[in-house]
C-alpha cells in the first residue's frame, strides 16, 4: 500500500490533470490502476505536479532522445533499480531489458547482485558505469574511460543524467512504498 493516496484525474489540479494526460498519452491505459490512480512514480507526481512533470520530462528525453541504444539504457536502469531494490523500476524495466536483447543470465545476475556474465563488452562498461555510481557516486578511471571510449563525452554526460534520474526514481518509489501491479512478484523479497 503505498503512503500516498491514488489521485483520480478528476482530483487533481489543471496542471495535474495535464500531467495525468501526458502520462496516459505516452504511457496508455496501462499506466491507471485499478484504484483508478497512476502506478510506479506517476501518483507520486501527479500529487506535486510542478515537479512530476519536469520529471516527467527529463525521463522522455533520457529513456528516447539520447545517443545510447536501449537496450544499454534498459542495463543502466536495472543496474541502478536492483542496487537500491527499488521493485516497480525493476518490475517495470527488467521486461524492458529482455524486450531490447538484454539476456535473463546477465538481468538475473544484476537482480542478484552477482557478477553478470556479459557477451557484449558495450553493456559490461555501461553496467559497471551504473554500479560505481550507485555504490559511491564516483567511477574509476578503468570505469570511465570503457565507457567514454563506447559513448563519447554526450553519451557518458546521457549516461551519469540516467543513472542519477533513475536513483531519483528508486528514491520516489521507496520513500512512498509504492506497491507493485496485482499479481507481480517481488524480485527482492526475502
Given at each position: 500500500?503505498?503512503?500516498?493516496?491514488?489521485?483520480?484525474?478528476?482530483?487533481?489540479?489543471?496542471?495535474?490533470?495535464?500531467?495525468?494526460?501526458?502520462?496516459?498519452?505516452?504511457?496508455?491505459?496501462?499506466?491507471?490502476?485499478?484504484?483508478?490512480?497512476?502506478?510506479?512514480?506517476?501518483?507520486?507526481?501527479?500529487?506535486?505536479?510542478?515537479?512530476?512533470?519536469?520529471?516527467?520530462?527529463?525521463?522522455?528525453?533520457?529513456?528516447?532522445?539520447?545517443?545510447?541504444?536501449?537496450?544499454?539504457?534498459?542495463?543502466?536502469?536495472?543496474?541502478?533499480?536492483?542496487?537500491?531494490?527499488?521493485?516497480?523500476?525493476?518490475?517495470?524495466?527488467?521486461?524492458?531489458?529482455?524486450?531490447?536483447?538484454?539476456?535473463?543470465?546477465?538481468?538475473?545476475?544484476?537482480?542478484?547482485?552477482?557478477?553478470?556474465?556479459?557477451?557484449?563488452?558495450?553493456?559490461?562498461?555501461?553496467?559497471?558505469?551504473?554500479?560505481?555510481?550507485?555504490?559511491?557516486?564516483?567511477?574509476?578511471?578503468?570505469?570511465?574511460?570503457?565507457?567514454?571510449?563506447?559513448?563519447?563525452?554526450?553519451?557518458?554526460?546521457?549516461?551519469?543524467?540516467?543513472?542519477?534520474?533513475?536513483?531519483?526514481v528508486s528514491f520516489t518509489l521507496n520513500a512512498f512504498e509504492v506497491g507493485?501491479?496485482?499479481?507481480?512478484?517481488?524480485?527482492?523479497?526475502?
Amino acid at each position: 500500500m503505498s503512503r500516498l493516496p491514488f489521485l483520480s484525474r478528476d482530483a487533481l489540479t489543471d496542471d495535474g490533470q495535464k500531467l495525468w494526460d501526458g502520462i496516459v498519452e505516452t504511457r496508455g491505459d496501462a499506466a491507471v490502476n485499478d484504484a483508478g490512480g497512476l502506478i510506479g512514480p506517476f501518483n507520486p507526481w501527479v500529487t506535486a505536479p510542478g515537479v512530476g512533470a519536469r520529471l516527467s520530462s527529463l525521463g522522455a528525453t533520457l529513456r528516447f532522445q539520447t545517443s545510447i541504444e536501449r537496450r544499454l539504457l534498459e542495463v543502466a536502469i536495472i543496474t541502478t533499480g536492483a542496487h537500491w531494490q527499488a521493485e516497480f523500476e525493476w518490475w517495470a524495466h527488467s521486461r524492458m531489458a529482455r524486450e531490447h536483447g538484454v539476456t535473463d543470465d546477465v538481468i538475473d545476475a544484476i537482480r542478484d547482485g552477482a557478477a553478470p556474465p556479459f557477451a557484449h563488452d558495450d553493456e559490461r562498461a555501461v553496467y559497471e558505469v551504473a554500479r560505481q555510481l550507485s555504490a559511491t557516486g564516483r567511477l574509476d578511471e578503468h570505469a570511465y574511460a570503457s565507457a567514454r571510449d563506447l559513448l563519447g563525452d554526450e553519451g557518458m554526460v546521457e549516461l551519469v543524467s540516467l543513472c542519477g534520474y533513475y536513483a531519483l526514481v528508486s528514491f520516489t518509489l521507496n520513500a512512498f512504498e509504492v506497491g507493485l501491479p496485482p499479481g507481480a512478484a517481488s524480485a527482492f523479497a526475502g
